[in-house]
């Protein structure tokens, strides 16, 4: 079963204006962590911005901010005030079992944003 | 402050040859972690080393295997290659295993393509 689920189609985004990358996760673990990755055409995997399952905040980082609905299962990526170097694929990971030292990360297949001027 | 560094960058090979792929952590790092990204997909977890041992595996054949050496830096060798293997190779490292909630550190990837 897909553990991470992202399924928004390429986007295009006019800069200076914000986005919203949708992430939902599948998980019976009450102690796990979500990550956001940047990976620009050359390859690197950058990252975000984290939110664990016990925090009682929204998470912020900068332009960056998690809208975490833990009833949903979901934890959105914000960007705000697009800017052109935002044009990447962005993955929302996962790592269950924070108390027992996992460390394995699972992927969604990722969101396609293209910045426009 | 150097991070995750891999080597080689590209890679081109045959069927049924083997291959040999190397990274070295973030500074202060012990942990290593390796993913394979298929064209078009997210990152699938390999297998993670700590202390010089496999500590994790993901569903990858026993032709994937690895190492880590003292200085924590690793390696991740694959034999009898097939057409399919060809992906782009991410190591990622993390400051042991009870810190959970730090986030990995990935380098560059080794991009391995199948002839």
């Known amino acids: 079963a897909q553990k991470i689920t992202q399924t928004q189609p390429g986007m295009f985004v006019q800069e200076k204006e914000a986005v919203t990358l949708d992430c939902t996760y599948d998980?019976?673990?009450?102690?796990?962590?979500l990550f956001w990755y940047k990976q620009p055409s050359s390859g690197e995997m950058i990252f975000l911005i984290y939110?664990?399952?016990?925090?009682?905040q929204n998470a912020t980082e900068g332009r960056y901010s998690l809208n975490f609905q833990k009833a949903r299962k979901s934890a959105n990526l914000v960007i705000s005030a697009s800017q052109l170097g935002d044009s990447a694929m962005y993955f929302c990971?996962?790592?269950?079992?924070?108390?027992?030292?996992?460390?394995?990360?699972?992927f969604g297949k990722g969101n396609q944003v293209v910045v426009i001027p | 402050d150097a991070g995750v560094t891999q080597s080689p960058t590209h890679l081109i090979k045959t069927r049924g040859q083997q291959v040999t792929l190397r990274c070295s952590p973030k500074?202060?790092?012990?942990?290593v972690s390796w993913y394979q990204q298929a064209l078009g997909q997210g990152p699938q977890f390999i297998f993670q080393y700590y202390e010089e041992e496999e500590r994790q595996r993901g569903n990858f054949p026993d032709r994937f295997s690895g190492h880590q050496f003292p200085n924590y830096s690793s390696e991740l060798n694959v034999n009898a290659l097939l057409l399919g293997d060809s992906a782009l190779y991410l190591c990622a490292s993390s400051q042991g295993r009870e810190y959970s909630n730090q986030p990995q550190h990935f380098g560059d990837g080794t991009r391995l393509s199948i002839l």
């Open positions: 500074s202060g790092h012990d942990t």
């Open positions: 998980t019976s673990d009450p102690s796990y962590g």
């Open positions: 939110q664990g399952s016990y925090d009682q």
């Open positions: 990971a996962m790592r269950e079992g924070l108390m027992k030292g996992n460390n394995r990360l699972a």
